[in-house]
């Protein structure tokens, strides 16, 4: 089945960690993009990679970093400097640049909590 | 200002009954996509339907239709029948066609949600 896996599903730290959540596509998209969702709020764009080896910034990149290093993935690292870290995290993919809708798919999430 | 307003924070209908659901945007882009996804209370995010700026027909997929009128920079989802799984969150998206990236990669801006409730 193709589609974009996210674990894990719960993930628990202890503030001042440092944190990775996984995101793996075999859809072979070239565009990942990494979103936060807060309760009772849309998602915002955290960074966001047209190919491999390139990211970008979204609207809250502050606090996060990512790297792509091969297609199929992009993990995301929620850093100490994070000032409020508990939120509902969401990877995306789409086929990337061109035409058309170029609608993105998403992984079922990682729900982070710091205690 | 924000580019993406929905005004309905929640909504009830009673199932069958057509349902529509607000999205205004605002751009200076003359090139852009609007998007509906579809929120379950699993927390995935589900792709219901595209409108390009320059699409000349209004967008439909089975049961859900975008009443799009660029004037107003209004692109309402409009699901017919409503039905008991439909219920779920709902966000309006944009992406705007950046010349200088190529602008098809670029990640959405999304509205705040309408949670759509069906009653039997």
């Known amino acids: 089945d193709g589609g974009i896996t996210q674990s894990p599903k719960y993930l628990f730290r202890k503030e001042g960690q440092n944190v990775t959540l996984s995101c793996e596509q075999n859809?072979?998209?070239?565009?990942m993009y990494w979103y936060r969702q807060d309760p009772g709020q849309g998602l915002r764009l955290i960074y966001y990679s047209q190919i491999v080896n390139d990211f970008q910034k979204g609207d809250i990149a502050e606090g996060y970093s990512v790297s792509r290093e091969k297609k199929e993935s992009f993990p995301l690292t929620v850093t100490s400097a994070q000032k409020n870290p508990t939120a509902f995290y969401l990877c995306a993919s789409s086929i990337g640049s061109g035409g058309g809708s170029n609608e993105q798919f998403f992984g079922p999430g990682t729900r982070l909590t710091v205690l | 200002a924000q580019k993406i307003t929905q005004t309905q924070p929640g909504m009830f209908v009673q199932e069958k009954e057509a349902v529509t659901l607000d999205c205004t945007y605002d751009?200076?882009?003359?090139?852009?996509?609007l998007f509906w996804y579809k929120q379950p209370s699993s927390g995935e995010m589900i792709f219901l339907i595209y409108?390009?700026?320059?699409?000349?027909q209004n967008a439909t997929e089975g049961r859900y239709s975008l009443n799009f009128q660029k004037a107003r920079k209004s692109a309402n989802l409009v699901i017919s029948a409503s039905q008991l799984g439909d219920s779920a969150m709902y966000f309006c998206?944009?992406?705007?066609?950046?010349?200088?990236?190529?602008?098809?990669?670029?990640?959405?801006?999304f509205g705040k949600g309408t949670h759509l409730i069906i009653q039997p």
């Open positions: 751009t200076s882009d003359p090139s852009y996509g």
């Open positions: 859809l072979n998209h070239d565009a």
């Open positions: 998206a944009m992406r705007e066609y950046n010349m200088y990236s190529g602008g098809g990669a670029d990640g959405l801006t």
């Open positions: 409108q390009g700026s320059y699409d000349q």
